[in-house]
């Protein structure tokens, strides 16, 4: 395979204020090492510096808030001690010449008592209880029916929101990706089968963004839209096992013109289910949705390079992330340069929980001569 096949991926980008180097984002990644106080370890710095030569790097999910947590030995960007960790984390990116942007995470239902201080029930749009089982210190632990928050609960959210986006700043992220996709609090907001309020925040489209939309209000209002990234996944249905929305195209439609107001850095969307199938149930069409967006648009979802060049070469998107690529190939860039070889996907075992292995021990490439 020639290398030059791959070469659209190489082309620099920029995206409102972020100024890349080439077409090639890391994904965000949870990886589950952080400590019981969300505190990420300090061999992360090593794990995303040796991934820094990516056009951007997206942190793992991070959470917003205690209140936030749904997954034990995630990261969380509230407490001092998390900004101190992360600050050594993006100064080592930095170091390495890259960029680096904080997911923003809160997971809603998706959690567990357990998991939440004073092991009060999770919150959601509704009361409604998602199938599966939430991970926790004690092991795998079935979902319980969420609390549906009070309106005036929804205003004090959001707040965590902003705080988290100049906490971010603090420690010294280059911008911040709203995690509003694979049906966490916002996307629970978003579809109607997971919002069945009748107050201000449910019913109507225009109802069900009222949230979602405030939380990028609140975040621009913290930071400028153009270090200020989105990303949604309009038809997966995990985790939760959530039913799509009832009209993925006007619901989405919708959120999407509007989020093409702000003057944001990207628009991220997961193409079909997340690390799974790129199928779309009949009648969606994601290129329609996207082109909504009068922005740059970031694809995901089952790329592979040469998908991904194919996909800007032909016009289709400005950037792709790349998931499970960038768990073995931290010098993916450079790999793509030289038309390969990739390290085949890490395995299963490695991805969430651990320590170095499996992480921050991957090999580049030899240096070619
Ligand atoms: C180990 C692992 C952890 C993930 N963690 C997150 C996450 O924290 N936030 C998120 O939005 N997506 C997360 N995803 C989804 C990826 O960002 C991406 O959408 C998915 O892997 C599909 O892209 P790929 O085919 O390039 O791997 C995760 C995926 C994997 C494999």
Do not use: C
């Amino acid at each position: 395979m020639a290398s030059a096949d791959f070469s659209p991926l190489l082309e620099p980008f920029q995206a409102g204020a972020l100024a890349l180097d080439n077409r090639v984002v890391m994904a965000p990644l949870t990886r589950s090492r952080s400590n019981p106080e969300g505190v990420p370890p300090s061999f992360a710095a090593d794990y995303y510096a040796q991934r820094a030569s990516a056009g951007l790097v997206i942190s793992e999910a991070t959470n917003i808030s205690a209140q936030a947590r749904g997954y034990d030995y995630t990261p969380g960007i509230w407490t001092d001690a998390q900004v101190a960790s992360w600050r050594s984390v993006t100064d080592a990116v930095h170091r390495a010449g890259g960029l680096m942007l904080l997911q923003l995470w809160h997971t809603g239902r998706l959690s567990h008592p357990d998991l939440q201080p004073d092991k009060a029930l999770p919150v959601s749009a509704s009361a409604i209880r998602p199938r599966g089982q939430a991970f926790t210190a004690a092991g795998m632990k079935d979902y319980v029916t969420p609390r549906a928050l009070d309106a005036d609960e929804i205003d004090a959210v959001v707040e965590d929101y902003r705080h988290a986006t100049l906490q971010s700043r603090k420690a010294g992220f280059d911008g911040v990706e709203i995690h509003s996709a694979n049906n966490y609090l916002l996307e629970q907001f978003v579809r109607d089968s997971t919002n069945t309020r009748t107050d201000q925040y449910g019913g109507s489209i225009a109802n069900r963004l009222r949230f979602p939309l405030k939380v990028v209000r609140a975040v621009v209002s913290a930071w400028e839209p153009g270090r200020v990234g989105i990303r949604i996944s309009p038809v997966t249905p995990q985790p939760g096992g959530a039913a799509l929305d009832s009209d993925v195209m006007a619901t989405y439609g919708a959120y999407v013109s509007a989020l093409s107001e702000f003057g944001l850095a990207y628009l991220h969307l997961v193409e079909g289910t997340t690390i799974g199938p790129r199928d779309v149930p009949q009648g969606i069409d994601l290129r329609a949705l996207r082109r909504r967006f009068r922005g740059p648009y970031m694809a995901n979802n089952g790329y592979t390079v040469q998908a991904g060049a194919a996909a800007i070469r032909q016009g289709n998107a400005d950037l792709i992330s790349f998931g499970r690529m960038y768990l073995a190939n931290p010098d993916l860039v450079a790999r793509i340069r030289q038309g390969g070889p990739f390290a085949p996907e890490a395995p299963k075992d490695t991805w969430y929980g651990g320590g170095r292995e499996g992480y921050a021990d991957w090999p580049a490439l030899p240096k070619a001569a």
